[in-house]
């Protein structure tokens, strides 16, 4: 009869040494890099373009501006930058402190700044989904259907040379929904996983009631730490998308202005929402 499969078991003395492989983490990154770099590669030799408009859309829409974010969507994704830009500082100084020589500090000061990016991170998340369930009006640009999912593909299929065929996107790009869910459920798991491993929080948690001990805490730990690979390896893309890519400059521009020329949201956009 085979033996039933069980986690190891760690002793506290252990806690300071679980934690992710340093190459696992760094292969995430580099993924994120190299990502980045076959993109560019890709489309320096062939851009994607989408069904053409009628031919007198720009001349008539020349000089126009419309707004593309609220003052409330601005001054949320720079809060949340804030935040997610002190975390990611402040736990990789806890994680990895030798890399950045020039940042100085002992692992608690770091920690000090760790845990006020959490405070704005959850005060940015509250007000965001107060803002979008009770004041915002009109349907969700976020919102994933199947019809969001079937552009997605469709954009995969173009880049890989599958298909001639690109969708026009309506607010966001298909691309920008996906991300927008996927960096909430990583941000969400980093939260979870993070009050488990941080004690003032975790005495909180009925852990024994539920038979869960230093190895659930000790899992956690590695569990938090792969979540801010993945984060870090989405905000490279990000970065990327934003900064690196002509076309998206308009866009990039508009969430510090709010607004954007119409000739530029019509170009890569199918209607006004």
Not at 94 to 116: A, N, S, V
């Amino acid at each position: 009869m085979s033996e039933s499969f069980s986690l190891p078991v760690f002793a506290m003395t252990d806690y300071d040494f679980y934690r992710l492989d340093d190459r696992v983490f760094f292969a995430f990154i580099a993924a994120a890099l190299i990502f980045c770099v076959v993109h560019a590669a890709r489309r320096a030799f062939r851009q994607p373009r989408p069904s053409e408009l009628p031919p007198d859309t720009f001349q008539s829409a020349k000089g126009e501006e419309i707004e593309r974010h609220t003052i409330f969507q601005r001054v949320y994704h720079w809060f949340n930058a804030a935040a997610v830009i002190t975390l990611v500082v402040s736990g990789w100084m806890i994680y990895q402190p030798k890399l950045i020589p020039i940042l100085e500090g002992k692992t608690f000061d770091w920690f000090f700044w760790h845990r006020w990016g959490v405070a704005l991170l959850l005060i940015g998340l509250a007000f965001h989904f107060t803002y979008e369930s009770f004041i915002a009006r009109g349907s969700n640009p976020m919102a994933v259907n199947c019809q969001e999912v079937q552009k997605f593909l469709a954009v995969l299929k173009n880049f890989f040379a599958f298909s001639q065929s690109y969708p026009l996107a309506t607010k966001y790009h298909p691309g920008q929904i996906f991300f927008h869910w996927a960096v909430s459920g990583n941000l969400f798991l980093l939260i979870l996983t993070g009050f488990v491993i941080w004690k003032p929080f975790r005495d909180f948690l009925p852990l024994s009631l539920f038979g869960l001990g230093w190895d659930f805490i000790f899992y956690n730990r590695l569990l938090h730490g792969f979540f801010s690979a993945t984060l870090i390896a989405n905000l490279i893309g990000h970065i990327y998308f934003a900064l690196f890519i002509k076309k998206n400059w308009a866009e990039t521009k508009s969430m510090l202005t709010g607004r954007i020329s119409l000739p530029a949201y019509l170009e890569s956009h199918s209607r006004l929402d």
